[in-house]
């Protein structure tokens, strides 16, 4: 088995871009469709591999992937390990972890009825089965299943789902191979009508994700399975939320601990009683004692912030803002007069 020079295939250079390896393809794929060439017995093994070269440099993990693979080929190369056929380049000894088997890289390529074994040694065995319907013992001790790819999104939530936990439901972009042309893009001698000479479809998924009560800023909440496809029998890779807490107008968490204001009235905090203060779940009774400065804090313990991995809450820190009374009336004006004199005659 020969190491293949995808770049070569499409005629672009290693630094191309996305759309220079479309135009590279689409201008290709008009030129060498089997339709266009009845006459060539050569057009369907040349589109083919045009199709495969394509299928690896769109898609930026495969490519990566190539692309590190290509220069260790060229490394084993140079090195001329014990088993690699020099005379004609044959290299499968160290692709497959085998030994020779007598069979031409060509009837190997023709058994799978898919990609060739250099694509298969890479990616695995991506589009499943052989011509005859079942996997060749040769692709099975080969190929090894790997995981897909995981995906990361954003998640912002309010600071209340965050203390309760919640549901969300949202829709995610999965890309999928074009059922129509069967991922080559073309149709006859114009571009797929459904993919628009892609190959690949792109469609919405709408899935549903449980957020625990006690999440923060920056936790991360996992999504098993709902990732890209594996290959080769591999799992899926994960959906990883990522998440973050809106502002909220009332209280502020600190540690896991909430901060709250509460606002209590000038009779109160010099004669002391209760004021109302919000949880995050119902309004409770804060006493106040007499005399109670403006600014002072206060701590209700448990009623704080709840946590992930226990089941102890924070507290809930009170700041008081002590409010003065406005539109004072005729009466109320003489007694405050008559209390700073008294104050007044003390000093």
Request: proline share 4%; net charge neutral; glycine share 10%.
């Amino acid at each position: 088995m020969q190491f293949k020079d995808y770049y070569e295939t499409l005629g672009v250079q290693r630094d191309a871009d996305e759309k220079a390896i479309k135009s590279a393809y689409r201008k290709k794929a008009r030129q060498l469709h089997p339709d266009v060439n009845k006459t060539d017995p050569s057009a369907e093994e040349r589109f083919k591999e045009l199709n495969e070269a394509y299928e690896v440099l769109k898609d930026p993990e495969k490519r990566s992937r190539y692309d590190q693979f290509g220069a260790d080929w060229e490394r084993y190369r140079q090195a001329e390990p014990a088993g690699a056929n020099q005379s004609t380049g044959d290299f499968s000894d160290w692709f497959s972890g085998s030994r020779g088997n007598g069979r031409d890289s060509r009837r190997q390529e023709q058994e799978t009825g898919g990609f060739s074994d250099f694509f298969d040694t890479l990616f695995g065995d991506t589009f499943g089965k052989t011509s005859t319907g079942r996997t060749s013992s040769r692709r099975r001790a080969r190929q090894q299943p790997q995981r897909g790819q995981d995906h990361e999104y954003p998640l912002e939530i309010s600071l209340h789902e965050a203390y309760a936990g919640t549901t969300r439901r949202f829709d995610i972009q999965i890309q999928e191979r074009c059922e129509t042309c069967q991922g080559t893009g073309l149709q006859g001698n114009n571009f797929c009508p459904v993919c628009g000479g892609d190959g690949t479809i792109r469609r919405t998924k709408t899935i549903e994700v449980k957020v625990p009560a006690g999440v923060r800023t920056g936790s991360k909440v996992r999504v098993a399975g709902q990732g890209a496809p594996g290959l080769a029998g591999g799992p899926n890779g994960d959906i990883y939320l990522n998440v973050s807490i809106k502002h909220d107008a009332r209280f502020e968490l600190v540690g896991n601990n909430l901060r709250v204001e509460a606002a209590v009235p000038l009779y109160t905090a010099i004669l002391g009683g209760e004021v109302r203060v919000p949880t995050m779940e119902s309004p409770v009774e804060l006493r106040i004692p007499q005399g109670t400065q403006n600014g002072q804090t206060f701590r209700l313990r448990g009623k704080g912030m709840t946590s992930v991995n226990s089941s102890e809450r924070g507290d809930l820190l009170v700041k008081v803002s002590v409010r003065l009374p406005t539109d004072l009336s005729e009466h109320e004006r003489a007694l405050f007069e008559e209390l700073r004199e008294s104050r007044t005659a003390k000093v």
